[in-house]
């Protein structure tokens, strides 16, 4: 997938590391469940996966890319987990969608995301079983960035972290408008001792944001998203420390 969508997670996620090639992952799908659409869509590329920690509990992430709108993505989900899954449910908004699918023995979130542009999205696909996942749905009441870049009334929605990739990525709402939400970032940052590494031109818009800030091995990537409600926006924020072996 020739895009900025690419060089963005594949840079906060993969640098200086290797895709777990043949590595164990948490399942296996198993047939007739719907899921094989992650692995059989034209133009839809893995570009992560890993064994994580979700608010404390096992799970296992994978990250999608392709070059396709908000729109289509969700109606090819809906459509692939119709037939199997019918208690499958998903939801959308103007700039991101949700979805969730139990089986027997797992429970699948997914969250699918524009980058700001009108074709390019991105899908996190966390698994668990249904143990590990009633234990996740209790999320951490502490920001990880609550020693300088936690927004004002920011609640977190989930934590997810990945120890061999040194990697972590919250999820929260916030009330505001993702104009004013990144310049709080911007200024924090800053404050902190972070340059910001893209453009005038990844501000935000009335909708969306992006920003990526480093400071020697650290490195952040902010992307800020108006939501459903009126006057919220969703963050996203990911963490990679990079390693300079």
Not at 48 to 54: A, F, M
Not at 91 to 118: F, H, K
Not at 120 to 141: N, W
Request: glycine letters at 8%.
């Amino acid at each position: 997938m020739k895009s900025r969508l690419i060089v963005i997670l594949m840079g906060l996620f993969i640098l200086g590391l290797s895709l777990p090639a043949g590595g164990k992952v948490f399942w296996k799908w198993r047939p007739g469940t719907g899921h094989s659409i992650f692995d059989t869509t034209p133009g839809w590329q893995r570009v992560y996966q890993s064994n994580v920690r979700i608010n404390g509990s096992q799970g296992r992430l994978e990250i999608m890319g392709c070059d396709e709108t908000l729109a289509r993505v969700i109606t090819r989900l809906q459509a692939a987990f119709a037939a199997q899954q019918p208690q499958a449910t998903f939801r959308q908004s103007d700039s991101a969608g949700w979805g969730l699918i139990r089986t027997s023995d797992t429970i699948t979130r997914v969250l699918a995301l524009n980058l700001g542009t009108a074709a390019q999205t991105v899908v996190f696909v966390l698994t668990q079983s249904p143990r590990d996942f009633e234990r996740s749905l209790k999320p951490s009441p502490t920001h990880f960035l609550a020693k300088f870049a936690a927004y004002p009334g920011s609640s977190v929605q989930s934590f997810m972290e990945d120890e061999t990739a040194a990697a972590r990525l919250e999820m929260s709402t916030a009330p505001g408008h993702p104009e004013s939400v990144l310049s709080f970032f911007d200024a924090s940052f800053e404050q902190n001792g972070y340059h910001r590494l893209t453009a005038d031109a990844g501000r935000a818009t009335a909708n969306a944001g992006i920003a990526i800030f480093q400071k020697d091995t650290s490195l952040y990537y902010v992307l800020v998203q108006s939501s459903s409600q009126v006057n919220e926006s969703m963050i996203t924020v990911l963490h990679k420390q990079l390693r300079m072996e």
